[in-house]
């Protein structure tokens, strides 16, 4: 039997515990920590987590600052954005949702929150800390993945640990989180030759890849623990469908545990934004 792992389960109660140190944080300081998010653009996908995320500040006790900017903001005005936000001393976390629209650069953005500010944790200063292992503020979902880990296993150090896809996201930061927690760790991609060989010497597998269903039962090896990161829309008998990066389905024989899509990893990256959000808010006053 297999277990599922329930990342909405686990992230209401992040969100609960989360809301329970807000309120400490509030009574102490005399201060709400705030989260201000930047939506450039009608993508719908990224309005929903938007919307999703707002929800969850709110449940958290966290003010919500929510910035809608149409599609053909220039780099100009969303740099003058940022630079508003980050002298704002009443702001304490600054998200700007990608993908943004073409025109923009993402790097650029990135580079443009200040790191003490960056929530998502995707800024060079925080990348470094990570790297380095001084990490404050992690990526939101690697974070995530992490937590349901650690839930799942007792220990797992010298665990093999395998990591499909190497994006800045989340392939890359989760190869350091599990190296700190002593996994042997091999990072695969698309130019990785014999990458089913390989998965199945996992104990541990992340696909965080973006292919719909990639990861087959015979790349599996029995007890193994997957996290899914992928969320697709595939076509299925004429209905659109949510389906993550493994073939759930078909792994069920050989998985100890694993993460569903939805429900598995997605809802925990907005559980640790809200906790970063207040990380974030504690460093800036000093405790
Ligand atoms: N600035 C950022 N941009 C993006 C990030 C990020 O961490 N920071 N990650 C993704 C999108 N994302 C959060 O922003 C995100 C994606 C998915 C979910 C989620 O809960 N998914 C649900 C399914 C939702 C659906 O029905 O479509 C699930 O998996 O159960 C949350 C957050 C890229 N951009
Ligand atoms: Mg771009």
């Known amino acids: 039997m297999t277990v599922m792992i329930d990342g909405k389960a686990l992230a209401d109660e992040i969100v609960q515990h989360v809301a329970h140190d807000v309120l400490a944080f509030k009574l102490k300081h005399k201060v709400t920590p705030a989260l201000a998010v930047v939506l450039v653009g009608e993508d719908p996908a990224s309005g929903v987590y938007v919307r999703n995320k707002i929800k969850r500040t709110e449940q958290s006790g966290l003010q919500s600052i929510a910035h809608y900017l149409p599609e053909n903001t220039t ?95 989340v392939g890359k930061p989760i190869a350091n989180l599990l190296l700190q927690a002593d996994c042997t760790v091999t990072l695969v991609h698309s130019r990785t030759q014999n990458i089913e060989e390989i998965c199945r010497s996992a104990d541990i597998l992340v696909a965080a890849v973006g292919q719909p269903l990639m990861v087959k039962e015979h790349w599996l090896k029995p007890g193994v623990v997957v996290i899914d990161v992928g969320i697709n829309q595939i076509s299925l008998d004429g209905k659109r469908k949510l389906v993550g990066d493994v073939d759930f389905n078909g792994v069920l024989s050989k998985t100890a545990a694993i993460t569903p899509v939805p429900g598995g990893v997605g809802p925990m990256t907005i559980a640790c934004l809200m906790q970063n959000t207040l990380t974030a808010a504690q460093h800036q006053l000093g405790c």
């Open 75 to 169: 780099q100009s005005e969303l740099d003058e954005l940022i630079d508003q936000l980050n002298r704002d001393e009443s702001v304490h976390g600054i998200l700007v949702q990608l993908p943004l629209p073409a025109h923009l650069s993402e790097p650029r953005v990135i580079e443009a929150i200040t790191p003490a500010k960056d929530v998502d944790g995707f800024h060079p200063e925080n990348v470094g800390k990570l790297v380095t292992g001084q990490p404050v503020l992690v990526p939101c979902t690697p974070l995530g993945c992490m937590i349901m880990l650690k839930r799942q296993m007792d220990d797992l150090s010298g665990k093999h640990a395998v990591v499909i896809g190497r994006s800045n996201i």
